[in-house]
Structure formats: structure tokens, C-alpha cells
């Protein structure tokens, strides 16, 4: 990686944008191969240089799989070529921003299109997350695991926060008495603080004062979800607790069969907050606040509205209803 793309990468870091750093680091690397294949230099490349790139992603590249570039993806790799030449921009180590002239691919947006867990299928993971705590003793290794995973799950569902929102929360962050959550920055962009529903601080509460000092290996930890070898819980743990906690969902409720052909992520999660609030009867400004979106549009693909739902808005609140 070039030195420029380096120092950029540990400014979104130092900016406090952690996950944006990782997907622009691979998306850089990406970037500068082709640069060397083409003899290219990052801090002479021109607007046509780029250009030249932008075919190339859109036309040559085969993925190891031997498929070629989703529009979504060449748009992540272009803003990213885009934000790092804006940022040469500004730093003075380049005249003009080469990159300003570079349009990215025009992508339809329709609805979020990940899997989402139903008020009941919900309530259900939730209870049986509880069933499996109760089956350890008070204070063992597994207990405190089992009470992590519920408090993960349970914050997720109460709050729709990113994966890399809840890894990034301290323990400051989290008021028992007010029963708030502080986000202070995500994707960039100043939080706020979010209120969280009871249910959900008391299974936080309880893993916070009972089941964390067990799990927590280090005297000074401030991260609020402690990991099994790091001080902060990892991606790929979340990942096998919400594998293990579907899996065991299922298996304690046969009746549920749409869940188990789902995939559950932690953006699952967000989609089944959005979804489940507004079923609930929220409104799209109020869930927007909620989910920290820059934009009311973002916001809407997330709650698709159906034909039923049309047609019962249709039939009570129109005056010729």
C-alpha cells in the first residue's frame, strides 16, 4: 500500500472510524495493485487515470470466483478511490481533487434485502437465550457466556445498532438509571443518546454487574462487550453467537419454520428493529432518529410498506374511505 493510502487509512482510525478504515484498507489495496499493474503513481494519476480504473472495474475484473463486479461493489471501491483522493485534496499533497469529475455508478435502491426475525420468532430467540442461562450454575464460564450472548442480543433488538455500534459501546456509555444508551460516534457522524426498553437494561444490568467480571481478563477494560481473548468482543465471535442462537432457537421451537431458513446477523437485527417498530405503529421521522440514518430515504427502505398496509391506511384516514 502506498504511504499516502497508509496515513489515510490511520486518520479514519484516529477519527474514530474504525470499520470504515477496515472496508476502505482493503478496498485501497485493491486500488493500488492495479495502480503498480499500470505504472501508475496515486499522487499523479489523472481524472482519465481514474477513469480508466472505473472501466476496468466495470469491465476486466474477474472476483476468485470468476464473476465479475456487482454495481454495488464497484460503487464501494470507486467512493473509496474518491474519499482518499479528496483527502490528498486537502492535506496539499496533490493540486486538485483528480477524483471530483469521476461520476459513481447509478445503483436502484428498493428495499433492504436482508433477513429479518418476526415478533414472535424474536420473542422466542430471546426466551430461549434465557432457558440457556438458566442452565448453568451462577457465576461459571458458560453462564457468563450465555448472559453475554442474551444482553448482545437483547441490546441489539432494543436499539438497532450496528455491529460495529455495539462493539464500540464502554461501559460509560450505559445509564442504568435512565435507561439510555450514549452513541457518541457512528459512521463518522456525531450520535445521540438513544433510550433502551426496560427488558433489555435488565438483561444488560445483569451482565454487567454478574456475568462481565467474570468474563473480563483484563483489570482495565472499558469496553462494554469483553471478548474471550481481546479486551472488546470480536467479529467473528458475534458472528458464532448468532449462529449458535438461531441454531438453538430453532431446535427449541419446531413450530418456527421460516426462521430457520433465515440468516441472523447482527444487521438482521437492525432490520427487525426497523421492521418491528414500525408494524408497532412508529413513524418513519421517529425510527430515522432512532437508527441514527442521515436520511429519511434510507430509512424508508428499511420499512417497506405492503399492499395490506396501503389499503387499511386507504380505508381509515381517507375521507372517502
Known amino acids: 500500500m502506498h504511504p499516502t ?4 487509512i490511520n486518520y479514519l482510525r484516529t477519527s474514530g472510524r474504525v470499520e470504515t478504515a477496515r472496508g476502505y484498507g482493503n478496498a485501497l489495496s485493491h486500488y493500488q495493485r492495479w495502480l503498480a499493474d499500470a505504472g501508475l503513481d496515486p499522487l499523479t494519476i489523472t481524472t482519465d487515470g481514474i477513469r480508466q480504473y472505473q472501466r476496468f472495474l466495470a469491465e476486466v475484473y474477474v472476483s476468485p470466483r470468476g464473476t465479475r463486479l456487482a454495481k454495488g461493489t464497484q460503487c464501494t471501491r470507486l467512493a473509496t478511490v474518491k474519499a482518499y483522493h479528496a ?7 496533490t493540486l486538485t481533487d483528480v477524483s471530483r469529475g469521476v461520476q459513481l455508478p447509478v445503483i436502484a435502491r428498493g428495499p433492504v434485502a436482508r433477513d ?15 432457558a440457556e442461562v438458566a442452565r448453568y450454575p451462577e457465576g461459571s464460564q ?22 460495529s455500534g455495539l462493539r464500540s459501546l464502554s461501559l460509560a456509555n450505559v445509564d442504568f438509571t435512565r435507561n439510555e444508551v450514549r452513541i457518541e460516534r457512528e459512521k463518522g457522524r456525531p450520535g445521540r443518546v438513544l433510550p433502551v426498553a426496560m427488558w433489555a437494561m435488565v438483561c444488560l444490568r445483569t451482565y454487567v454487574e454478574r456475568a462481565r467480571p467474570v468474563l473480563c481478563w483484563q483489570i482495565e477494560n472499558a469496553w462494554l462487550f ?7 468482543l470480536g467479529r467473528n465471535t458475534i458472528a458464532d453467537m448468532l449462529e449458535q442462537a438461531q441454531a438453538k432457537t430453532v431446535a427449541a421451537n419446531p413450530d418456527l419454520t421460516d426462521l430457520a431458513a433465515k440468516r441472523i446477523t447482527p444487521h438482521a437485527m437492525r432490520v427487525s428493529f426497523a421492521h418491528l417498530l414500525f408494524q ?5 421521522r421517529t425510527i430515522n432518529e432512532l437508527m441514527l440514518h442521515e436520511h ?3 430509512t424508508a427502505r428499511y420499512t417497506p410498506l405492503g399492499l395490506e398496509d396501503l389499503q387499511r391506511v386507504c380505508a381509515t384516514a381517507h375521507p372517502r374511505g
Open 226 to 232: 469483553v471478548g474471550d481473548r481481546s479486551p472488546q
Open 280 to 284: 408497532g405503529g412508529a413513524n418513519l
Open 116 to 130: 429479518h426475525m418476526s415478533l414472535q420468532e424474536a420473542t422466542a430467540m430471546l426466551q430461549t437465550l434465557s
Open 296 to 298: 429519511l430515504g434510507t
Open 87 to 93: 483527502w490528498l485534496a486537502r492535506r496539499g499533497l
Open 142 to 163: 458458560r453462564w457468563a457466556d450465555a448472559v453475554r450472548t442474551l444482553a448482545f442480543v437483547a441490546l441489539g433488538l432494543a436499539t438497532g445498532r450496528r455491529r
Open 5 to 8: 493510502q497508509t496515513e489515510f
